[in-house]
């Protein structure tokens, strides 16, 4: 049985940082391909940032520049880390790992909060 589980949600002042980690049990992150979405009240899920199973990022035009998302295959753990937070950064963040048979995994989320 495959479980995502992600951690370090939190709230934050705008400006700040913080860094979300995703955990796997039953697949193994660096034969996947593995994304950070994220999802406010009211809208659909979008895609953050990506990283293919050979390393390869890609990252949504709102977020270039201030994160990056890195894995760990040591620890089997894919990592977002979030810089100048602002307030429209605020949404349920979403661990997501796609196997090359199409297998989609999702952890439950972790909440960010960017507010004064």
């Known amino acids: 049985q495959v479980q995502l589980v992600e951690s370090g949600g939190g709230l934050v002042q705008p400006g700040g940082s913080l860094r979300l980690s995703c955990t796997a049990s039953g697949t193994i992150f660096s034969r996947n391909w593995n994304a950070w979405y994220r999802q406010a009240p009211g809208n659909q899920r979008d895609l953050v940032a990506s990283?293919?199973?050979?390393?390869?990022?890609d990252y949504a035009d709102s977020v270039k520049g201030r994160f990056t998302i890195s894995r760990d295959d040591a620890k089997n753990t894919i990592y977002l880390q979030m810089n100048s937070l602002k307030p429209e950064d605020t949404a349920e963040y979403y661990c997501n790992s796609r196997t090359i048979f199409s297998w989609d995994y999702w952890g439950p989320g972790t909440q960010v909060t960017v507010s004064s």
């Open positions: 990283i293919t199973s050979s390393g390869r990022t």
